[in-house]
């Protein structure tokens, strides 16, 4: 079968992608990718092996301004490039993000069945504009089955991860172990692991680093910190790491193997995008959620609020964010080891490490419809 996967802007919606394509290639499927020349899939897919295709796109935006107006001329013209790229395809796959939208108008054009998938609680404007094309809408959240319409098929399969990520939970000790050496951390202390995202969470990193300065935490031997700020934000909390403490601080901006960081995670602090949660909850994380505040209709909330109405994971507001106040929350959740407990337990039962596997099934069924 022949895929063209469309989508991305972020990290959260092609890591997402390049998950089913791996699942689709693995089946013996042809995959490609239609995409912007600026986002997240133009550096990360062809890194995966896979051919992509650049196309114009603009954010579909409700506010009246000159880039809301030219946005459906510049997805029109769009339609007409992304022609050629998917009229050979057997399915189509819409991950989201506003680049979705030419490949998908496209594949309607030429009468080829299409699949959805949506990360967030909150379905994305592009997702509900394009759901009444789509054979199947695939979700993550439950509570995101009745935002379609009742005459679209929504089916819930999860937000799939990457493989480097599934493997966690089977490989734990051996991981951690690899994990212990590379990064310097101590196996007998207990670890909290800070990080916003591909790009990093300036005030979260800012939080951080006044929590580094002058909070209760920096005296704590029997703690360790592995802060991830991104490549742009290194210097906000470095400088502050490297002071005497007990507390025991490793700065990166970025790790590659996000599987030794998850392998030896007692307590995760986040950013609530779809991707960290599918993630946390794979491998059965306890986290302090911090949605960031200007998500479209405030999504990460949403997906934080699921995590914490099933027993997951606490909310820590944006607004409400200090460095005294995250060492609080920190120390409240490292120093109750039962409470860990049960909340991992919760993210594991609330966890889909299967739905790779179940996206790829309604990708399979929409093209031999």
């Avoid at 490609?32 to 603009?58: C, K, L, T, W």
């Avoid at 399915?91 to 949506?118: C, D, F, N, Q």
Wanted: hydrophobic share 50%; glycine share 8%.
């Amino acid at each position: 079968m022949n895929v063209v996967i469309a989508g991305g802007g972020t990290a959260g919606h092609v890591f997402p992608a390049i998950a089913l394509a791996d699942r689709l290639a693995a089946d013996g499927d042809s995959v490609s990718f239609v995409g912007s020349s600026d986002g997240q899939e133009a550096i990360r897919v062809p890194a995966a092996g896979y051919p992509f295709h650049p196309v114009d796109a603009m954010p579909l935006k409700r506010e009246v301004s000159l880039a809301t107006a030219k946005a459906p001329v510049v997805a029109l013209r769009s339609v007409g490039v992304a022609g050629p790229l998917v009229e050979r395809a057997d399915v189509v796959v819409g991950v989201g993000g506003y680049v979705s939208v030419p490949a998908v108008l496209a594949a309607r054009r030429a009468h080829l069945p299409i699949v959805l998938h949506e990360q967030n609680a909150i379905p994305s404007l592009s997702n509900r504009f394009l759901a009444r094309f789509a054979r199947v809408v695939a979700v993550s959240f439950e509570r995101s089955v009745g935002s379609f319409g009742r005459r679209v098929r929504v089916e819930v399969t999860g937000n799939p991860v990457r493989e480097q990520v599934t493997r966690v939970p089977g490989r734990r000790e051996e991981l951690a172990g690899e994990a212990w050496a590379a990064l310097d951390l101590a196996p007998d202390r207990t670890t909290v692991v800070v990080f916003g995202g591909s790009l990093g969470a300036l005030h979260v990193d800012q939080a951080v680093a006044q929590m580094l300065q002058r909070s209760a935490i920096r005296e704590r031997d029997d703690l360790q910190l592995l802060v991830l700020t991104g490549p742009d934000h290194l210097g906000v909390v470095a400088g502050h790491a490297s002071d005497p403490m007990p507390l025991r601080v490793r700065v990166l901006p970025f790790l590659d193997r996000m599987d030794h960081a998850l392998a030896i995670t007692d307590l995760a602090v986040a950013r609530a995008g779809a991707g960290h949660i599918a993630e946390l909850t794979v491998c059965g994380l306890p986290s302090i959620l911090i949605p960031y505040p200007h998500a479209t209709e405030h999504h990460q909330e949403a997906n934080a609020r699921a995590l914490v109405d099933a027993g997951a994971a606490e909310i820590f507001l944006d607004a409400d964010l200090t460095g005294d106040r995250l060492s609080a929350r920190i120390l409240g959740l490292a120093d109750d080891a039962d409470r860990r407990s049960r909340m991992a337990d919760a993210a594991r039962a609330w966890g889909r490490p299967e739905a790779a596997d179940r996206l790829a099934r309604s990708v399979h069924e929409a093209g031999a419809a």
